[in-house]
């Protein structure tokens, strides 16, 4: 594709603001809370775009496109709106627990439930999961989207998109992360809805859209669909989105840094009110994508870059240039970020150096952030092996998810469980869910998810049932960040989740 002089100078002018507002909103870090979880000071506005930038990237609009305009069709939107009412649970129950408690970390968490062996295992599995899973799989979508709408190649286009993300987020930390998300998920927005609405100029309107694609809209698949069966959907699906918006650090970390309660739950209800919106701008093209040139597309991860090249005229190429590698860069920020604070705080400060200093630990983060992208870009290519980026992902890290998950649920519903619980739930988890995927392999991976919990969950009431802790466990006040619950977040909830199923009734 051939950029005009006014799509490159968009593009950098995008760039140099981004960079240049996060390093100089980040300027003052001095500490550890300020470099992990921007001195616990983010406003609600703030969180709500972080975690909507932080979470969609080019695997949505390469992967959850390219689902769309093949056989799933609209059923890959439940992701996005199943998200809504899960994070509508996690701002009303689970993030005050965590305020209370003052973590850094996820792992933190299990350590003040279960034991420092919990926490240990958790970050350990993270930091795989996020090297060899998050980042490799943003940095060669992010890579993939660059070749398809702009020919550039693959390599260059990993170690462009990892050492520029890198540069903001080793100076700044978190404070750097949040503003660029800011600036990036604004644009992604933007984007995403332009080409929507030229794409459904281009298929004669959206009655015609929705006539010709009728097939497509439906998302309630049948119980053999090898993707996204409604026996997933009513069962298993919860369980990656209750991993990813409640347990994963890559996602917590920017509520775990808010001014208050109320800053963090209203946060939180922004993201889950925009998360209802998002198959509109990614999944429709994606759909559009097939009925304006399904005969031309083999690979449907390349219907959302093909669409851009057919569609955008030259000046607006550049305003989605900036949203898909501003996409990309909020993803990677965050990931860089979050596994850095898992490394820093979880492992080396606990592990390695406990005695470590405030600059030690600071510079250590700032180090652990720069070998994560060297390590990531030298990775990139792995997601290449499989079929479908964003299957890719959802599949591996089910050898995780569904252990982490049960042992978070449990062990705020089990007060007993002993540690030895924790411990074979996140172990147990591994092996049961690569039998499963070996012994099953025509079974839905979501489906395996599910199966792979409920054994889990049995065998931690067993082990609780055999061993319980001698008393309850109590989780005390260790914070002095205001914990009073937001007025607005419980209404907001309940019409979010009240939208969701009605969207669910319209599509059905």
């Not at 209800?269 to 083999?298: E, N, R, S």
Request: proline share 4%.
């Amino acid at each position: 594709m051939e950029l005009s002089l006014f799509d490159g100078i968009t593009f950098v002018l995008f760039l140099l603001a981004v960079i240049g507002i996060s390093l100089y909103a980040s300027r003052r870090e001095k500490d550890s809370g300020d470099y992990f979880l921007a001195g616990r000071n983010l406003t609600w506005w703030l969180i709500g775009f972080s975690l909507i930038a932080s979470n969609i990237s080019t695997e949505h609009f390469v992967g959850m496109a390219g689902s769309g305009f093949g056989s799933v069709g609209l059923a890959i939107a439940s992701y996005e709106w199943i998200a809504a009412i899960t994070l509508v649970i996690i701002g009303l129950y689970l993030l005050p627990l965590y305020l209370r408690l003052g973590i850094y970390t996820m792992p933190e968490f299990l350590e003040h439930r279960y034991g420092p062996m919990a926490r240990r295992i958790m970050a350990i599995f993270m930091m795989v999961a996020y090297v060899g899973v998050a980042i490799a799989a943003v940095l060669y979508s992010g890579a993939l989207g660059l070749k398809s709408i702009f020919d550039l190649d693959m390599t260059v286009g990993i170690w462009l998109i990892g050492i520029l993300a890198g540069v903001y987020t080793i100076y700044g930390g978190l404070k750097a992360v949040v503003w660029s998300d800011l600036l990036q998920g604004s644009a992604l927005l933007i984007g995403g809805l332009i080409v929507t609405v030229i794409g459904l100029g281009e298929v004669g309107g959206l009655s015609n859209f929705m006539e010709t694609n009728a097939d497509k809209m439906h998302v309630i698949l049948p119980a053999d669909d090898p993707t996204l069966p409604w026996t997933a959907l009513l069962f298993a699906i919860w369980i990656p989105n209750f991993f990813y918006w409640g347990f994963n650090q890559f996602i917590t970390q920017r509520t775990l840094g808010a001014k208050s309660l109320a800053h963090g739950q209203n946060g939180i209800i922004l993201a889950a009110a925009l998360k209802l919106v998002i198959p509109f701008i990614i999944v429709f093209p994606g759909i559009m994508a097939f009925q304006l040139y399904g005969d031309q597309i083999t690979n449907g991860d390349e219907a959302y870059p093909v669409l851009i090249t057919n569609l955008l005229p030259a000046g607006l190429r550049g305003v989605m240039f900036a949203a898909l590698f501003g996409a990309v860069m909020s993803s990677l920020d965050s990931m860089l970020n979050s596994a850095s604070t898992i490394f820093t705080m979880d492992i080396y400060k606990e592990l390695i150096n406990p005695e470590a200093d405030e600059h030690t630990t600071l510079r250590m983060g700032r180090i652990a952030t720069a070998a994560l992208v060297v390590l990531g870009c030298l990775l990139a290519p792995l997601p290449a092996r499989f079929e479908g980026v964003f299957t890719y992902i959802q599949m591996v890290w089910g050898f995780i998810s569904p252990g982490i998950v049960v042992v978070f649920v449990l062990g705020l519903i089990l007060r007993r469980a002993p540690e030895a619980a924790a411990v074979t739930g996140m172990c147990g988890s591994v092996v049961i869910y690569g039998l499963l995927l070996w012994l099953l392999p025509n079974v839905a991976f979501l489906n395996h998810m599910a199966i792979t919990f409920f054994i889990l969950a049995v065998l931690m009431v067993i082990i609780t049932l055999v061993k319980p802790l001698e008393k309850p466990v109590v989780f005390e006040v260790k914070t002095d960040i205001d914990i009073q619950p937001s007025p607005f977040a419980k209404s907001g909830g309940i019409v979010v989740i009240l939208a969701t199923i009605a969207l669910y009734i319209y599509f059905w």
